[in-house]
């Protein structure tokens, strides 16, 4: 069309072309007024999902002792069996619902089977804009299944300005019957008001009355504030740390448990120290780890492979050394770092990746590492003399994933 040409289509369709203009300009203000105030829900019926049950006791928290679960002997009594936790990390359940119906059905079939006494979620569970619903849908699913279950939060959580905040991911949560966390704010002894959502601590008793362990869950945050920041000098896009408010409160309860009491730790941004595992453990000529040395300074690869670098915080809170010099806590369990699977043994406190759940996010398979998906779930035993032993689940070896793998 030549350009005389064009001026006069133009000119005669002058109307045509603002009622056109409008229209487009209507649809896509709508689609964006959807997004902002219509939350997406996760595909699954709720109604058709089989319940576990559980057996676990509840003792609720009284006399400043915190809530404690243990499985009964059948006679009235506390049972010597190991305790069961079942855990999941990033299943990012955002608003790509094809994916996230994988997820979702994986991990209730893996509950269904596995019939943990506590199921335990390591963070970056419900992500992404308008996602009200599905933090509601997943404390309905558990409530369907009837299975007791606990949370930390992820970087992810309430990181989208259309998503709900934080604390209202723990309030939501904590609302449901079978939701252990405890919303409440905690004080120290100085009568300071501990940093973040959610933090909790629960002890497993077994024969006796005994705590075999006390199960610790820190919030640790999502992006550094532009206050630490700027107090710290480290970037603002750096994740976030536990504070120092949180390390006096872990204290404080490692030491009002009995001498000699077992802890682990549940959080979802990895500590610094991940990273300085990874480099004293002993490699192969080809980088990958050697399960059958123990490096110069004790460090030892029990599982698992390292295939990206440790996302942790730039600024390091001392939250590892406090471990160390309290001498409980046996384990700490972090999620955050998909492609990311392994058990070290650093300074005596193994340092554990939960295994990746969701099949949203990145992966080995979208990251080139792999041509087969890796997802499934962790399991980590209570054993009556606080030992801890584990179990690694692998989605497809119990499912057939070729739906799954077309998505991607």
Not at 48 to 68: Q, Y
């Amino acid at each position: 069309m030549r350009k005389d040409s064009l001026k006069t289509f133009l000119k005669e369709n002058k109307k045509l072309i603002i009622i056109i203009i409008s229209v487009v300009l209507v649809l896509a203000l709508g689609s964006t007024a959807l997004g902002l105030f219509v939350n997406v829900g996760i595909d699954v019926d709720i109604s058709s999902i089989e319940k576990v049950g559980t057996d676990t006791v509840v003792v609720p928290a009284a006399n400043g002792e915190p809530l404690s679960l243990y499985k009964p002997d059948g006679n009235g009594g506390m049972s010597s069996e190991p305790f069961k936790i079942l855990a999941f990390t990033d299943t990012h359940f955002d608003t790509y619902r094809k994916k996230g119906k994988y997820t979702m059905e994986y991990m209730v079939a893996n509950i269904q089977r596995e019939k943990p006494d506590l199921v335990v979620f390591v963070g970056d569970i419900v992500t992404s804009s308008s996602n009200r619903k599905r933090a509601e849908q997943i404390a309905e699913v558990m409530e369907k299944l009837e299975v007791y279950w606990v949370t930390v939060l992820g970087n992810h959580e309430g990181d989208n300005f259309r998503s709900i905040s934080r604390e209202k991911f723990i309030e939501i949560y904590s609302s449901y019957p079978h939701c252990l966390i405890d919303a409440g704010k905690k004080i120290t002894s100085d009568n300071e008001e501990v940093w973040g959502n959610g933090n909790t601590q629960i002890n497993v008793l077994t024969e006796g009355g005994v705590v075999s362990q006390s199960l610790f869950f820190i919030d640790s945050g999502n992006r550094v504030s532009k206050e630490d920041a700027q107090t710290l000098n480290i970037d603002t896009e750096s994740y976030d740390f536990v504070k120092e408010s949180q390390i006096k409160w872990y204290e404080e309860r490692v030491e009002a448990l009995p001498v000699g009491t077992k802890s682990m730790i549940f959080v979802h941004i990895p500590l610094p120290e991940y990273q300085e595992g990874v480099d004293d453990a002993v490699k192969n000529p080809d980088g990958t780890f050697d399960y059958e040395a123990t490096s110069a300074k004790g460090t030892k690869v029990l599982f698992g492979k390292s295939r990206e670098s440790v996302s942790s915080s730039d600024y390091n809170s001392g939250f590892f050394d406090s471990i160390v010099s309290k001498g409980s806590t046996q384990a700490v369990i972090c999620g955050h770092d998909h492609v990311n699977n392994y058990r070290i043994l650093y300074k005596n406190v193994l340092l554990c990746y939960n295994r990746s759940s969701g099949y949203s996010s990145y992966s080995v398979v979208t990251n080139g590492m792999s041509d087969k998906l890796e997802q499934g779930a962790s399991i980590y035993y209570v054993n009556q003399d606080g030992t801890l032993s584990f179990g690694d689940i692998i989605n497809r070896d119990y499912f057939d994933d070729t739906e799954v793998m077309k998505l991607y």
